[in-house]
């Protein structure tokens, strides 16, 4: 070590280069805990919250750090372990939206301990957590001196003694110096931490500049969401009047059974193309397409009127002389959001010549945070992998399949894409037959909401499905705590133990990356 009259300390945020320095202090500080972490989980660290990982150096050597990670605390409680509230050190569990600076790590090369360098490092903690307006800093602290007393004191009855100074902690006097009040005990907290054989301090230190956003005392998030599904019968069809008639009927009957959202199906207005030219595939979806203005604007209304949002199916749009297929999501406050189709089938390339979108959206609704898929794109992992990534809680999928064996495609990717990404899905299709209409002619579709597969949650994993080929609605009811409880503790956690070090999908699009839209 410098001489002390020579030591130029220095507070920064660490590099990808600083690991092996690293390497070799922890090695020395936990010697009894498996030394350093991997290289792989300090750069999944640095990747997914560089501003958490902090170091003091003298004269260009780290010789002192600190990592931490952003967490919204209720998902986790007083009772998590070490590893689950890190994500196994990769920060899977880092919320930029949440409220707490969680503390992972402190440690100091043991030849530089003289200089309150840990001091220091708490201090620039809790200056993080100012700037970043969290509520507090939290963190389990370890009890190593314990061994030596547990034979003849509880660990609760540990701490009051080094509150009151009988005891001396290394960890837990510091801490206590520093501000940091004890919540509770924890247990099993790090089961290899012999020296407090088990055991660990949960501390919290309240940042007092901490300004709380305002809780609405209406119109709040709901914990439990009723979701209404229609399964659509393809029929002849007269005018636009007719359809919208039938429409609002449905509309109507969810509202009365008070359901957050209604879904619709695919290409909902199909028989609409029986009025138009049936010359062609193409001239018919574009007399189609002329009918989605007004009945967008009728859709919207309902919405406003039954107070309920709706998911209108899709409708056919044109759009500088190029064919899409689009998902309007119609909210109750009035508003209207669309997601276009972003995979066309074959046969709606070669039939209609439809052009796929290049936008991937999440949406904030009064009820959660959905996405929507049309059909063929839930066909597509990556698609819902994004959105889950933006924590979708809901992915609806409005869809139109003619045989069953089309149907079970979207069925089984629907169900695939609830587990893997730990979110309800949604599917709602048409039934029927449109004799005179081309390219629309029969349909096959049974309607269902899925959910992820956990004790939690159904044993097979459908909360329930619409008998097939039937006109009727689905109304299920979803509770979006047991989305929170199972990613952290369910038997499998997909969501935490994604291997981010070693994969990752990203989006390319130019006009938009996945967003929230308010």
Same mark, same amino acid.
């Given at each position: 070590?410098?001489?002390e009259?020579?030591?130029?300390?220095?507070a920064r945020?660490?590099?990808?280069s600083d690991?092996?320095?690293?390497?070799?202090?922890?090695?020395?500080?936990? =010697?009894n805990l498996?030394?350093?972490?991997?290289?792989?989980?300090?750069?999944?660290?640095?990747k997914?919250?560089r501003?958490?990982?902090?170091?003091i150096?003298?004269?260009?050597?780290?010789?002192?750090?600190?990592f931490?990670?952003?967490v919204?605390y209720?998902?986790?409680?007083?009772?998590? /372990?070490?590893d689950?509230i890190?994500g196994?050190s990769y920060l899977?569990?880092?919320?930029?939206?949440g409220?707490v600076?969680?503390?992972?790590e402190?440690?100091?090369?043991?030849?530089y301990r003289?200089?309150?360098l840990?001091?220091?490092?708490y201090?620039?903690?809790? &200056?993080?957590c100012q700037?970043?307006?969290?509520?507090a800093?939290?963190?389990?602290?370890?009890?190593?001196?314990?061994?030596?007393?547990?034979?003849e004191?509880? =660990?609760?009855?540990?701490i009051?003694a080094?509150?009151?100074?009988?005891l001396?902690?290394p960890?837990?006097?510091f801490q206590l110096?520093?501000?940091?009040?004890?919540?509770?005990?924890l247990?099993g907290?790090?089961?290899e931490?012999k020296?407090?054989?088990?055991y660990a301090?949960?501390l &919290?230190?309240?940042?007092i500049?901490?300004e709380?956003?305002?809780r609405?005392?209406?119109?709040h998030?709901k914990?439990?969401v009723?979701?209404g599904?229609v399964?659509w019968?393809?029929r002849?069809?007269?005018?636009v009047e007719e359809l919208? +008639? +039938?429409?609002e009927y449905?509309?109507?009957?969810?509202?009365?059974?008070?359901?957050?959202?209604a879904?619709?199906?695919?290409f909902?207005?199909?028989?609409l193309?029986?009025?138009?030219?049936q010359s062609?595939?193409i001239?018919?979806i574009?007399?189609?397409?002329?009918?989605t &203005?007004e009945?967008?604007?009728?859709v919207?209304h309902?919405?406003v009127?039954?107070n309920?949002n709706?998911?209108?199916?899709?409708?056919?749009l044109?759009e500088e002389?190029l064919?899409?297929?689009?998902a309007?999501?119609c909210?109750r406050d009035?508003?209207?959001?669309s997601q276009y189709?972003?995979?066309p089938?074959?046969?709606e390339?070669?039939?209609?010549a439809?052009?796929?979108g290049?936008?991937?959206?999440l949406?904030?609704t009064?009820f959660g945070?959905?996405?929507?898929?049309?059909?063929y794109?839930?066909?597509f992992? &990556?698609?819902?992998?994004?959105?889950?990534e933006?924590e979708?809680q809901i992915?609806?999928?409005p869809?139109?399949?003619?045989t069953?064996?089309?149907?079970?495609r979207v069925k089984?990717?629907?169900?695939a894409?609830?587990?893997?990404?730990?979110c309800?899905?949604a599917?709602?299709g048409?039934?029927?037959?449109?004799?005179?209409?081309?390219?629309?002619?029969?349909q096959?579709? +049974?309607?269902?909401v899925?959910s992820?597969?956990d004790?939690a949650?159904p044993?097979d994993?459908v909360?329930a499905?619409?008998?097939?080929?039937?006109?009727m609605?689905?109304?299920?009811?979803?509770d979006?705590?047991?989305l929170?409880m199972?990613?952290? /503790?369910?038997?499998?956690r997909?969501?935490?133990?994604?291997?981010?070090?070693l994969?990752?999908?990203?989006?390319?699009?130019?006009?938009?990356?996945?967003?929230?839209?308010k």
């Amino acid at each position: 070590m410098s001489q002390e009259n020579e030591v130029k300390l220095l507070a920064r945020n660490l590099t990808e280069s600083d690991f092996d320095v690293l390497k070799v202090i922890m090695n020395k500080v936990y =010697p009894n805990l498996g030394g350093s972490i991997t290289k792989k989980r300090y750069l999944a660290m640095l990747k997914i919250f560089r501003d958490g990982q902090i170091c003091i150096e003298d004269d260009g050597k780290v010789v002192a750090a600190a990592f931490s990670v952003i967490v919204d605390y209720d998902k986790f409680g007083d009772e998590h /372990t070490y590893d689950e509230i890190t994500g196994n050190s990769y920060l899977t569990t880092h919320d930029p939206n949440g409220d707490v600076l969680y503390g992972i790590e402190v440690f100091v090369d043991p030849d530089y301990r003289n200089l309150r360098l840990g001091r220091r490092l708490y201090e620039a903690r809790k &200056e993080l957590c100012q700037s970043l307006n969290l509520r507090a800093i939290i963190l389990g602290g370890r009890i190593p001196n314990y061994k030596n007393h547990s034979h003849e004191l509880s =660990p609760q009855k540990y701490i009051e003694a080094v509150k009151r100074r009988d005891l001396y902690d290394p960890i837990l006097t510091f801490q206590l110096s520093n501000d940091f009040e004890v919540k509770r005990v924890l247990r099993g907290y790090m089961p290899e931490d012999k020296e407090s054989e088990g055991y660990a301090t949960l501390l &919290e230190w309240f940042n007092i500049y901490y300004e709380p956003k305002e809780r609405k005392l209406f119109g709040h998030q709901k914990d439990s969401v009723r979701i209404g599904c229609v399964q659509w019968q393809m029929r002849e069809m007269e005018s636009v009047e007719e359809l919208l +008639q +039938q429409f609002e009927y449905f509309v109507d009957a969810l509202s009365d059974y008070r359901c957050d959202v209604a879904l619709f199906p695919e290409f909902f207005n199909a028989p609409l193309m029986g009025l138009g030219d049936q010359s062609s595939s193409i001239e018919a979806i574009k007399h189609l397409s002329t009918y989605t &203005e007004e009945i967008l604007n009728a859709v919207s209304h309902m919405a406003v009127s039954y107070n309920i949002n709706i998911i209108a199916g899709s409708m056919p749009l044109i759009e500088e002389e190029l064919l899409y297929n689009v998902a309007y999501i119609c909210k109750r406050d009035g508003t209207i959001e669309s997601q276009y189709k972003l995979h066309p089938t074959p046969s709606e390339k070669k039939d209609w010549a439809m052009e796929g979108g290049d936008r991937l959206t999440l949406f904030d609704t009064d009820f959660g945070r959905i996405g929507v898929l049309i059909c063929y794109d839930v066909e597509f992992p &990556e698609l819902a992998r994004l959105l889950s990534e933006e924590e979708m809680q809901i992915l609806f999928v409005p869809f139109w399949t003619d045989t069953k064996n089309g149907y079970l495609r979207v069925k089984r990717c629907a169900q695939a894409r609830a587990i893997e990404n730990e979110c309800y899905v949604a599917i709602a299709g048409s039934i029927g037959n449109l004799p005179k209409v081309d390219n629309v002619d029969i349909q096959y579709g +049974q309607t269902a909401v899925f959910s992820p597969s956990d004790f939690a949650f159904p044993h097979d994993a459908v909360m329930a499905e619409t008998t097939p080929n039937t006109e009727m609605t689905l109304i299920v009811d979803v509770d979006l705590n047991k989305l929170q409880m199972l990613q952290n /503790t369910g038997s499998v956690r997909n969501f935490l133990d994604k291997r981010r070090d070693l994969y990752r999908i990203e989006w390319l699009g130019e006009k938009s990356i996945v967003k929230q839209v308010k």
